[in-house]
């Protein structure tokens, strides 16, 4: 059985959907294996890279940081792994999500009074830069506060 062609990292970054230098700093970080090198110093991937470059980014995309993909890939390859394992860190993620997307939600109603004070100004100040100026804008904990 022959083996498979060796891939340049260009072919792996077409192949994968990410950049050249998203490809090298995976590497760096550990989540894919640095390859061997041509006698020149050009990288020689192994087929094996792609899948994981997808799984990486799909991980990516639903949220996921890169120490959480590096467990993630660690559990894949740990034959032990439950699902729920995998589960419990996948609800982490939505917890989060929702934490967020309710600070979000906080962000853009304070940015809706801001705007709406604009269009209401009496004044030639405006609101929007005043209410920013001020410490306690409604806007969030003022950072000199304890706990902050």
């Known amino acids: 059985m022959k083996s498979p062609k060796p891939l340049s990292i ?13 490809v090298r700093f995976y590497e760096r970080q550990g989540l894919i294996a640095e390859p061997a090198r041509k006698a020149s110093g050009y990288r020689q991937y192994t087929d094996d890279v792609v899948p994981r470059l997808l799984f990486i980014k799909r991980a990516k ?16 390859a740990d ?8 589960r ?17 939600d906080r962000m853009k109603n304070a940015l809706v009074e801001l705007v709406n004070a ?27 506060s304890p706990g902050s």
Do not use: H
């Not at 995309?61 to 894949?76: I, N």
């Not at 419990?88 to 979000?104: F, N, Q, T």
């Not at 209401?120 to 410490?135: H, I, Y």
């Open 10 to 22: 260009g072919q792996v970054s077409r192949q994968a959907g990410v950049a050249i230098e998203t």
């Open 118 to 144: 604009c269009d209401e100004r009496t004044s030639s100040e405006c609101p929007f830069l005043v209410a920013l100026a001020k410490q306690d804008a409604g806007l969030g904990e003022d950072p000199s």
């Open 61 to 76: 995309d639903l949220g996921f940081s890169l120490s959480e993909v590096a467990e993630f890939l660690a559990l894949r």
């Open 79 to 86: 034959s032990s792994t439950t699902c729920d394992e995998v």
């Open 88 to 104: 419990r860190s996948a609800s982490e993620k939505i917890e989060e999500i929702v934490r967020k997307m309710g600070d979000l």
